[in-house]
C-alpha cells in the first residue's frame, strides 16, 4: 500500500517561503513520476508542477512558474516543492501525488496520478 505524507505548510506572508514535503512509501519510489496540486476552498483541485521519475523532466503551472521549484531524491523517497514569493492566491491545501508511469504527457490531469497524500495547508496572508 502505498502512503504519500506532506509536510511544511502554515501561514506565511506575501512575499515569504515555504517548502514543502512529501514522503512515500509502498513501492520502488524512482520508479514513478510525482506531482503537486493545490485546491482552494470553493475551487477544483488544479495542477502546480510535476517531476518525471529521475528529475530530469519538471513542468509547472503558468501561475506558479518561476516562483516554485519541484525537486526530488530518490535516496530519501522525498519529493519537495520550494516555493518563493508566496502570494495570497496560492492559499491553498497543497496535495502530492505518485503516478503509475515514469513519465507523464498529461501530467496536469489528475486521472495520471494513482495514489495521494491527505493534504497540508498553505496560507499567506497579504
Known amino acids: 500500500q502505498v502512503q504519500l505524507v506532506e509536510s511544511g505548510g502554515g501561514l506565511v506572508q506575501a512575499g515569504g517561503s515555504l517548502r514543502l514535503s512529501c514522503a512515500a512509501s509502498g513501492r520502488t519510489f524512482g520508479n514513478y513520476a510525482l506531482g503537486w496540486f493545490r485546491q482552494a476552498p470553493g475551487k477544483e483541485r488544479e495542477f502546480v508542477a510535476t517531476i518525471n521519475w529521475s528529475g530530469g523532466k519538471t513542468y509547472y503551472a503558468d501561475s506558479v512558474k518561476g516562483r516554485f521549484t519541484i525537486s526530488r531524491d530518490n535516496a530519501k523517497n522525498t519529493v519537495y516543492l520550494q516555493m518563493n514569493s508566496l502570494k495570497p492566491e496560492d492559499t491553498a491545501v497543497y496535495y502530492c501525488?505518485?503516478?503509475?508511469?515514469?513519465?507523464?504527457?498529461?501530467?496536469?490531469?489528475?486521472?495520471?496520478?494513482?495514489?495521494w497524500g491527505q493534504g497540508t495547508q498553505v496560507t499567506v496572508s497579504s
Open positions: 501525488a505518485q503516478s503509475r508511469y515514469s513519465d507523464l504527457t498529461r501530467f496536469y490531469e489528475l486521472y495520471e496520478y494513482d495514489y
